[in-house]
């Protein structure tokens, strides 16, 4: 896939904007997807491993040179035990927050800065490399639709199109297409964690973390616009 430096998390979420509207989907539950994502890469990496169900650092002073995957390190470093589907919404929008700074910070994005009611200070970001983004999309779809063989699907590529289908993102898929692909996502949410038994298990875990919240936040919202 293009942009290949870009982290995990990064990458969902610029996977989350329609080009065609410049406008941000799935906004409600974005962050959950992001730290999932966040949590993935850092699984994938080895540098948090599942200890009894528990999300444990394999060593408190690893770091991965991303700022983002790095203050995700240190928070979970430094706060007490919890599993899995806890940190994929626990205080998520700090890592949604860092990799949007990120994302602005190496010319995807651009920040503008403004006031909510005139008083508080808040900041904007409008999409600024769309043909990147379209290009990520694209390419999204051919792993999700084929004909490549999962088994020759990079693990991170194939968690990308599994958290992002469990978010129900309609810039990867309409729903109505999803389902069309449910065993070839189920394969992909596999590929995701080949490296390792407790791997799968732990890719397993966040996907379904991420199907729960994001039908959280949809029934939340329903019920806020009724």
Sequence with gaps: MPNGSLSLPARLYLLAWDTSRLKVTGATHLHHLVR???LTELAQRGLLIDENGIVTPIDADSR???AVLDGLLELVAESRPRKWKAWVTLRARVTLDAVRAQLAAEGYLRAEKKRVLG???SVEYELERVPAVDALRTDAR????GPLPV???SDRDAALVALAAAAELRTLAPAKDRKLYKNRLEDLTDRSGAAAPALKKVIQELRTAV??????????GAAAGG
């Excluded at 051919?142 to 639709?145: A, D, K």
């Design 119 to 121: 008083l508080f200070p």
């Design 36 to 38: 999932a994502g966040a």
């Design 211 to 220: 199907i729960v919240a994001t039908t959280a936040a949809s029934a939340t």
């Design 142 to 145: 051919q792993v999700l639709e």
């Design 151 to 153: 088994a020759e699907v």
């Design 64 to 66: 991965t040179g991303d």
